[in-house]
Nanobody, 122 residues
Framework: QVQLVESGGGLVQAGGSLRLSCAAS????????MGWFRQARGKEREFVAV????????VYADSVKGRFTISRDNAKNTLYLQMNSLKPEDTTVYYC???????????????WGQGTRVTVSS
């Protein structure tokens, strides 16, 4: 069992940066690949990035490639998403999730956090 808690969301101007964190409980965090997803109201949950249990490889959605960086610290049981050059269209709720494989489909993830809201003003 893995419990996930996101933090770090907030309001930022376009072009700014935010770093999201996802704190995991349990001693098996390092056994899971970890992903970030986002979901706007009325839309399907969208894949953002995933990182393997050892920190690489990583996969990014085209919409965030070159702007977002996913990383993890297994000693701290924490996943990160550094978001730079933020755009208004990045505004939504961001979720972290755990999977036994490096995958991009939400149904392949076993555990989810409650989400943290990011708002990018223009």
């Amino acid at each position: 069992q893995v419990q996930l808690v996101e933090s770090g969301g907030g309001l930022v101007q376009a072009g700014g940066s935010l770093r999201l964190s996802c704190a995991a409980s349990g001693r098996t965090f390092s056994s899971y690949a970890m992903g970030w997803f986002r979901q706007a109201r009325g839309k399907e949950r969208e894949f953002v990035a995933v990182i393997s249990w050892i920190g690489g490889p990583t996969v990014y959605a085209d919409s965030v490639k070159g702007r977002f960086t996913i990383s993890r610290d297994n000693a701290k049981n924490t996943l990160y998403l550094q978001m730079n050059s933020l755009k208004p269209e990045d505004t939504t709720v961001y979720y972290c999730a755990a999977s036994l494989r490096v995958v991009t489909k939400q149904y392949e993830y076993d555990y989810w956090g409650q989400g943290t809201r990011v708002t990018v003003s223009s």
